[in-house]
């Protein structure tokens, strides 16, 4: 049986080992380059904050006819926007005809802020090809622009098919904040905050803290923050914390699970907001940890959940605390909402939420450690 270098540098990478991953990915790439390859690289370059490196690698993919694209998209995870925009002026006619072009172009204005540029990119991508990618391009184009009816026709569609529902729920859950605010009150009841020190006072009695901070940090690897991730200014753990052995770590995977199922069984009557999603069977599925140093989150959603979670491990001890904040969409719109719902956090609080809200944080003291271990349950 041939060996597998791709997968094996994969696991080896999300396990820690960068210096064997790196080895494994280079021998991948001589047997057979691919884009997820090269893709994994970039990650590796960037989170080793190995810059120079990687923007040779974005400069050689830039003038391969093969991955030129992946070229683009690595120069716009990482906001080089100007440079990506006159890579894709420099592409090949035939290439300009791709609807990979057509999709980082609008990303690119989304990104920017400019909504009509944005939607005369994304038109085209969406007409030739209804898929995911195009759909929400061009659906955060409409939205951008103030079309919300046409959007909110265009999400009924999407949401007919069960597949993405989170994706296109996230959006109508902006259509909605606009078009019906009175729809606000029953959103925002779906956030819940609990306070685990006073629900779990015997653990937390024990030194639970004091361990889980131990444990968690003894999984970071990594000196930059993640490609095309919502986080600015700090760190994220690579392996999904639901395999962890360490023994505080399942402790606290078994507590919060309980408080999910708990959430769970009290948001039933109010299924509709989950667009029918059972909750018999809910289980977390991943688990990660997130360190900001005066850096904050972009606002985003988890596109595979169905509940999401935050618990705050570690906060500043000063008046900037990295609020967070609920139902504002991460590009300009024509009407700029209000947010749903913010949160100031405390330690050992945990809070609750649809994993289709959108949700980011104001910016965090600097030089002070904001930990937090997320999740997503389905």
């Not at 803290?209 to 991730?229: M, W």
């Not at 919060?256 to 948001?267: A, F, G, N, Q, T």
């Amino acid at each position: 049986m041939r060996q597998n270098f791709g997968d094996e540098a994969k696991k080896a990478f999300e396990g820690g080992r960068i210096a064997q991953a790196e080895q494994l990915l280079l021998k991948a790439l001589a047997i057979h380059p691919t884009e997820p390859l090269y893709n994994l690289l970039a990650r590796l370059l960037w989170l080793e904050n190995r810059q120079s490196e990687f923007e040779k690698l974005c400069n050689s993919l830039l003038t391969d006819p093969v991955f030129c694209f992946c070229g683009v998209e690595l120069l716009r995870q990482v906001e080089q926007y100007d440079q990506a925009l006159n890579a894709l002026a420099a592409l090949p006619t035939d290439h300009r005809q791709n609807i990979r072009f057509f999709l980082n172009a609008a990303w690119i204005y989304i990104q920017l802020g400019d909504g009509q540029r944005a939607h005369q990119c994304a038109l085209p991508a969406f007409e030739a090809q209804n898929s995911e990618a195009s759909a929400d391009a061009y659906v955060s184009s409409l939205i951008m622009m103030g079309d919300f009816e046409k959007a909110e026709q265009i999400l009924a569609a999407l949401m007919a098919d069960e597949a993405h529902q989170g994706r296109w729920m996230a959006y109508q859950l902006h259509v909605d904040r606009i078009l019906y605010p009175e729809k606000d009150g029953d959103y925002k009841g779906l956030i819940k905050v609990l306070n685990l020190q006073e629900r779990h006072p015997r653990l937390y009695e024990s030194g639970f803290s004091a361990a889980l901070r131990d444990a968690v940090e003894e999984i970071y690897r990594f000196k930059n923050h993640p490609l095309d991730q919502s986080l600015t200014g700090g760190q994220q753990t690579a392996a999904n914390l639901v395999n962890a052995e360490a023994p505080v770590l399942r402790q606290y995977l078994k507590m919060v699970s309980r408080e999910v199922k708990e959430y769970c069984s009290l948001s039933g009557g109010k299924n509709k907001f989950f667009n029918g999603n059972s909750f018999d069977h809910i289980s977390i599925k991943e688990c990660w940890s997130v360190t900001l140093y005066g850096g904050h989150h972009r606002p985003h959603f988890h596109p595979e959940g169905v509940v999401s979670g935050t618990y705050y491990l570690t906060v500043p001890g000063g008046a900037e605390k990295g609020t967070i904040y609920f139902g504002v969409p991460p590009f300009s719109t024509a009407v700029v909402p209000t947010p749903l719902f913010e949160y100031e956090p405390e330690e050992g609080s945990l809070i609750l939420f649809p994993s289709y809200f959108w949700h980011g944080t104001r910016k965090s003291a600097a030089g002070e450690r904001r930990q937090t271990l997320p999740f997503d349950a389905a």
